[in-house]
């Protein structure tokens, strides 16, 4: 399978092939549940910490926060479960599957690419490259802004979660028992988490920005790869 | 011998069947089952009483005025029954010399057999100048009394974990007990003060079973501090509700509704409060109106505004909470995403434009 991925890439940096299939099904189907995800969890998330005006009426009428809450917990459910799917995927999708996870740190050439896609975005370079996989910057980004931030919010998230779950629980025992006394107390675990909000939402705002901008500028295509799996190029040049 | 626990109840005119009806009121308060009143008895009839050592550094003492006011057990049966308080400089009638005297025979005589009871914290800086008790700095006296003792129950907030004393910048750098005590038991029982039931209850139960009770990962009875105020708080179905009181004069205060945009730390503090109550379970803050303001956790006067739910983050150095720094990077980062795409929209007309592409 590999190999033969590479015999496609290899030819798609050498001359005519235009489309080369780089994300396979359960990586696009991750993204955009995980995506929902997130966005469900950022916009209750919001609302548990800065609640509606009050509901009118009485309280065994009522349900609001529960149904805000039950909702974040939900998509922090599906948050963790698609996130260990696609960590599976890694191991035994194509290695496009891999880039998400792992930073060629030690490799000088993906350093230089870094530096390459940082001048295209700051309008120093005038003709883009190409990609099958990620642009080594938006690896990087993802990487770092977004692996880590998932990951933070997934253990800081379930410490939370566990409070209320309460001694015994799962989410108890493997987070919150050490995540509380981490951070000293639960007020921090939740100032903590609530940054996090901001930061996975400086990750969405750019990473949308560059997907779109990418898709118009870009020597290939961007959006329409991440829905059919099929990386297409503009032209034949190198 | 040292007189048991029953033997100086019956002495003290309590009847037998008093005694049985203390001992199940005891269990019930520790969460206990019926099946534990009679090891409660037996523990009671047989055990010599344990002396208790209670030492005072840095403090307010209102751990002492809220231990006297335990209603079951009565402080009363506690410090004349239970234990055997030889030591507690701001209650006891010796004074000075006296004082110390019985200090030091209780540590000879029952060597590694009394308990220590701190209320308050040690000084640090200054060479421990900030508390001076019996003419030597509170440091030693605690190491000292430490040195041969049981276990140590820390009292409140500031033995447990600092408390006001030790807020920023700490200039005596008043510090916990467990900071300067390493190999000693430590029960941590916070609170400013800790609820006069949860202390008697924690002794009760060390004396009745011998042990100590199980504690978190934090070093706190879990009987008492297992749950947070949240979980079992009596507005919690306005909460769940979305019903919430914004102002301390408006409707939802009036109609009793949840406290949580008032700032109430009910959600992240560990205590029996909403259980257990205050004097004799009359009451407890968040009945009274007024949010809690997490008074048994590590560093809550430390953590920003008591009425803020979003609070401050002090490691910034400036007063800002978590909104405002994210708010303000998005922002930032939002007007530079704006710039960038007009800049590139030029550039990719520009492009089409001229050597295409
Ligand atoms: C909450 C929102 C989103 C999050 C957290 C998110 C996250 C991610 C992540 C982690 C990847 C890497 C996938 C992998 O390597 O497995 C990715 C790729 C991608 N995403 Fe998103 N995404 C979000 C929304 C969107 C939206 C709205 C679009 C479309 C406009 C989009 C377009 C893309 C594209 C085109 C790629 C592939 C990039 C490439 O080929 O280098 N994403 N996204
Ligand atoms: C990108 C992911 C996430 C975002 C943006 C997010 C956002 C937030 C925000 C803003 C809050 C309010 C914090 C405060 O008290 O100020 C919150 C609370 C909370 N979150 Fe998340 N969260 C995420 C993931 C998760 C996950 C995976 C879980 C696990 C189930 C989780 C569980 C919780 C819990 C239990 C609370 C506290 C609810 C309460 O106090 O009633 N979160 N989240
Ligand atoms: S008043 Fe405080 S403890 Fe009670 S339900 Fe509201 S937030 Fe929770
Ligand atoms: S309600 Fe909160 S602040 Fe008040 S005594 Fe209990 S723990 Fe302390």
Redesign the pocket.
Known sequence: MLSSQDMQEAAAHGRSVKAVYVYEAPVRLWHWVNALA?TV??L???F??SPLPSQPGEASANFLMGYI?FA??AA??M??VGFLGRLYWAFVGNHHARQLFVLPIFNGTWWKEVVFELRWYLFLERNPKKYVGHNPLAQFSMFTLFLT??LF??V???A??G??AQEGSW?HTLFTSWVIPLFGQSQDV??W??L??WV?GLFVLVHVYAAIREDIMSRQSMVSTMLSGWRMFKDDKP | MVETFYEVMRRQGITRRSFLKYCSLTAASLGLGPAFVPRIAHAMETKPRTPVLWLHGLECTCCSESFIRSGHPLAKDAVLSMISLDYDDTIMTAAGHQAEAILKEVMTKYKGNYILAVEGNPPLNQEGMSCIIGGKPFIEQLKHVAKDAKAIISWGSCASWGCVQAAKPNPTQATPVHKVIFDKPIIKVPGCPPIAEVMTGVITYMLTFDRLPELDRQGRPKMFYGQRIHDKCYRRPHFDAGQFAEAWDDEGSRKGYCLYKMGCKG?TTYNACSTVRWNGGVSFPIQSGHGCIGCSEDGFWDKGSFYD??TDIQQFGVEAN?DKVGGAALGVVGAAVVAHAAVSAIKQSKNKSGNDQ
Request: glycine share 14%; aromatic share 14%.
């Open positions: 997130i969890l950022a209750s998330g919001w548990i910490a809450r974040h917990f922090g459910y948050l963790l931030t998932t919010m997934i800081t998230g379930f939370l979660y409070e209320g989410s939740h100032t988490h609530h996090g909000l996975m | 959600p739910r979003v978590a």
